[in-house]
């Protein structure tokens, strides 16, 4: 799958956005995708509205999580930002402060 850059992708808005909350997405995408962390026979199912994610912003982290699952979370904002539905960048806006949060959430869940 090569990666295209339309020159019409909308830019990374100036709302406060720092390169450590992309990266904070990432790794929320990759616990979406795979709640269990990798870990062979463990399944979580996750209820992630619970966790403040509507469904329709779920299915497009999952779908990052998948594509992203091995990789550094570390990714220019731009790649990650064209990614993302209008949905998505909405919530990702909105909820920038507190993706760290679930993310401890899960890695704690990891250590038992």
């Known amino acids: 799958m090569s990666e ?11 709302a406060g956005l720092r390169v450590s909350h992309f990266a904070d997405l990432v ?5 979406v995708y795979d709640p269990s962390g ?13 966790f403040g994610i509507p469904e ?4 497009d982290l ?4 998948q594509r992203y ?3 550094s979370p570390h990714m220019p904002p731009d790649v ?6 209008p949905a998505s960048r909405k919530w990702f806006i909105e909820n920038r402060a507190q993706l760290a949060e679930l ?5 704690a869940r990891d250590e038992d």
Do not use: C, N, Y
């Open 69 to 71: 699952q091995f990789a």
């Open 62 to 65: 999952k779908i990052l999580g």
């Open 38 to 50: 990798g870990l062979s026979g463990r399944s979580l199912s996750v209820d992630w509205q619970s």
């Open 103 to 107: 993310e401890e959430t899960f890695l």
């Open 80 to 85: 990650i930002w064209e990614q993302l539905t």
């Open 4 to 14: 295209h850059h339309s020159p019409s992708a909308q830019p990374v808005p100036e």
């Open 27 to 31: 790794r929320v995408a990759q616990i």
């Open 56 to 59: 329709a912003v779920a299915v």
